[in-house]
């Protein structure tokens, strides 16, 4: 679960981050308001979860109460990468020496977190990191004792600081690892941490992504984790109530199946016969009557599909409680596309018998079947 | 003797009374794995599916000789039971809880390389050695013995795979999840050496999907030390559009990083044939490459 950076703000705060004097708006009136308790020369930032909403307009400059508000206005009515920001953060702007970046990261190829830090920060850092790797610090941790004050210290002095300097940014470093403990982070990112002329440190910028595995450790954050995000479309969003996993894709085949390997095959033999997948749908390994008749429904719902492709490999799942799950659909709602079922395993007969009483025909193969899908049923 | 369990192995089922370890332990000891003790914390005493049940492993070790475990504890207690097992010398341990913290796994991973104890998973269907035994939760009716070794990061992709296997006449040695996660203890690399050393494994199957590099690490592996067994492999995802998480956790493109495009070109560059879609793989474990019946 991404944060937004106002709410990234406010725990760093909380942990003793030094972050911008600021303030959240949501209206051009509110955002006068703010200004006049920050003062001078001030940013203004679109609170979106998108990334790159610097270029896409999103962050502007002020100087006056009614400039503030302007500028709160024309962003937002924006639409960044198709997310609107219902909110804007109004920060005081920094006196900037020199910009950091620096990031915790969880380094799937190390098994560990690891530090990420450079000096030159407000760019994309995965392209600094490919043009010029010596530009990039970077300090795995061990997972078992996490990040010492001699870590953070290393990573300091790797970026050129010494004395009081080196103490202060040690100080940030070792609390934006707590932060990434306290919440479960995938990533805790400053992109700047900026070096102000009076030789201070300031994340100015702070991204923050939450684990969502961890959720259940963060009661706090449940119902802000039902938000949703630009990122995600409203079918996704209407699978997501139904606990289905769920991506859409852009084709008119629908797909259904159990297993996340399994999908994905599935999805990939359909593009293999020419076919076009409309969505990524995993009912789970062990999935159920309910299940598959949630998956269905959803996927019938949306206009562009134009046949629906079960792919059901049974194990631990059994076949007749997927047959079960197909005809209640037909029963209850109707099926609004053809089908393409493809059953094996687990019950097997059983389910073919539930399908056939109600008019339906399975197969037993998946290659067969992803073909068939992929022309259309025929 | 084959890689990881055999029918020596004698488990312990951690979270033993929930309904996940209550009805897969009777699937195991149908399949005929031996199960020696269960644990579940404040319901030792109790017998399960004829198991007796302890409040912690220390005294489950004291009355039985497990040398295994199988971790079915829901993922909020996960990391605790698998430190347990861990720490009293259990190898395996076989975690099949889903939805772990990564934050946890990457603690767990780190304490079982420290302690020299191999963990499967977490988020895996877990390991079979067919005709042997099963630490897992995979149908034992789609395995049959023989000498190919699977390894793979799903689940009913793997068994659909290894039911062509067995249809085409080609049985395994030992298949099992290295898990859907970003963090596993177990990754491709591990199983490659174990096989390499394995007699009763003459060739080995890949399953890979986006997401991560322990793909590309097989192949440099395997090109870095001439692996001397046939490698073949399959890696779903072709058509996933980056920055979706496509159901498993650890099944995500990230910027350019993890395609499927990116990993079927190492796997072959190493000399690893790289099937089409999964039903080939029967006639590539043959040497044949023959064209796909439809």
Redesign the interface.
Same mark, same amino acid.
């Given at each position: 679960m991404k944060l937004f950076e106002f709410e990234a703000k406010s725990l760093a705060q909380n942990l003793g981050i030094p972050v911008p004097k600021g303030a959240v708006a949501s209206n051009g009136e509110e955002a006068r308001d703010a200004y006049k308790r920050i003062g001078g020369d001030v940013v203004v930032k679109a609170q979106v979860l998108v990334a790159g909403r610097g270029k896409a307009g999103g962050i502007k400059f002020a100087s006056t109460s009614d400039e503030t508000r302007e500028r709160t206005n024309e962003i937002l009515g924006l639409s960044i990468k198709g997310e609107r920001a219902k909110k804007v953060l109004i920060e005081q702007k920094l006196s900037t020496k020199r910009e950091l970046y620096v990031s915790i990261v969880q380094d799937r190829a190390n098994r560990c977190q690891t530090v990420l830090a450079s000096g030159q920060g407000g760019i994309d850092i995965e392209q600094v990191a490919r043009e010029t790797p010596e530009r990039v610090v970077r300090h795995r941790l061990d997972q078992i004792f996490g990040m010492r004050s001699f870590d953070a210290r290393d990573v300091a002095l790797r970026l050129g600081y010494t004395g009081q300097q080196l103490n202060m940014l040690t100080d940030i470093l070792s609390n934006l690892y707590r932060l990434s403990v306290v919440y479960d982070a995938e990533l805790v990112e400053s992109n700047p941490l900026v070096e102000t002329q009076d030789g201070k440190f300031v994340a100015a910028d702070l991204r923050v992504i939450m684990d969502d595995n961890s959720l259940f450790r963060h009661p706090e954050f449940q119902e802000r984790s039902k938000e949703v995000s630009g990122e995600v479309t409203p079918l996704e969003a209407k699978a997501r109530e139904r606990d289905l996993a769920f991506v859409e894709l852009d084709g008119n085949v629908g797909i259904i199946g159990n297993g996340a390997g399994l999908v994905m095959a599935t999805i990939d033999l359909v593009k293999h016969f020419g076919g076009n997948p409309a969505n990524f749908c995993d009912v789970g390994g062990g999935a159920n009557a309910d299940h598959v008749a949630a998956a269905l429904d959803v996927i019938q719902s949306s206009e562009k599909v134009q046949l629906v492709f079960i792919n059901i490999l049974a194990g631990i799942t059994r076949c007749d409680e997927v047959a079960k799950g197909i005809v209640e659909v037909k029963k209850v709602v109707g099926l609004k596309k053809p089908l393409v079922i493809r059953m094996s395993g687990t019950n097997q007969e059983e389910g073919r018998a539930i399908l056939k009483s109600a008019g339906l025909g399975s197969l037993d193969k998946m290659d067969e079947a992803a073909k068939m899908a992929a022309t259309g049923g025929l | 003797m084959p890689i990881l369990i055999s029918r020596r192995t004698r488990a312990i089922v951690a979270g033993i009374t929930g309904n996940q370890g209550s009805f897969h332990t009777k699937l195991m000891l149908a399949y005929g794995t031996q199960i020696a003790a269960g644990v579940t914390p404040g319901k030792g005493g109790a017998t399960v599916q004829g198991v007796p049940t302890y409040d912690t492993v220390a005294a489950a070790l004291e009355k039985t000789d497990a040398n295994a475990s199988i971790i079915f504890v829901p =993922?909020?207690h996960a990391k605790e039971s698998t430190m347990e097992a861990i720490d009293s010398g259990l190898n395996p341990v076989v975690v099949i809880t889903e939805?772990?913290? =990564? &934050?946890d796994a %990457?603690?767990m991973?780190?304490?079982a390389r /420290?302690r020299n104890v191999v963990i499967v998973g977490p988020n895996t269907?877990g390991v079979i050695t067919p005709g042997e035994s099963k630490l897992g939760? %995979?149908?034992g009716d789609?395995f049959s013995p023989g000498n190919v070794g699977l390894a793979? &990061?799903?689940?009913?992709?793997?068994? /659909?795979i290894s039911?062509s296997l067995t249809h085409a006449g080609i049985g395994q040695s030992t298949c099992l999840g290295i898990g859907?996660d970003?963090?596993t203890g177990l990754n491709f690399v591990d199983v490659l050496k174990l096989f390499r050393e394995d007699d009763s494994t003459k060739s080995v199957v890949l399953?890979g /999907?986006?997401g $991560?590099?322990a793909e590309e690490?097989a192949a440099r592996y395997i090109k870095d030390t001439g692996y001397e067994k046939p490698v073949v492999a399959?890696v !779903? $995802?072709?058509? !996933?559009?980056p $920055?979706? &998480? %496509?159901?498993? !956790?650890? !099944?995500i493109i990230t910027?350019s990083e993890g395609t =499927?495009a990116a990993k079927i070109e190492s796997l072959a560059s190493a000399g690893v044939k790289v099937a /089409?879609?999964?039903?080939e793989l029967p006639n590539l474990l043959r040497g044949r490459t023959a064209p796909?019946q439809?």
């Open positions: - | =993922a909020p939805g772990i913290p =990564a &934050r %990457m603690i991973v780190a304490y /420290e269907p939760i %995979m149908p789609v793979s &990061r799903s689940g009913t992709l793997t068994y /659909e039911q859907g970003p963090f399953i /999907e986006i $991560g590099s690490d399959y !779903a $995802g072709r058509a !996933a559009p $920055g979706k &998480r %496509m159901g498993h !956790a650890g !099944a910027g =499927a /089409e879609v999964p039903s796909l439809v």
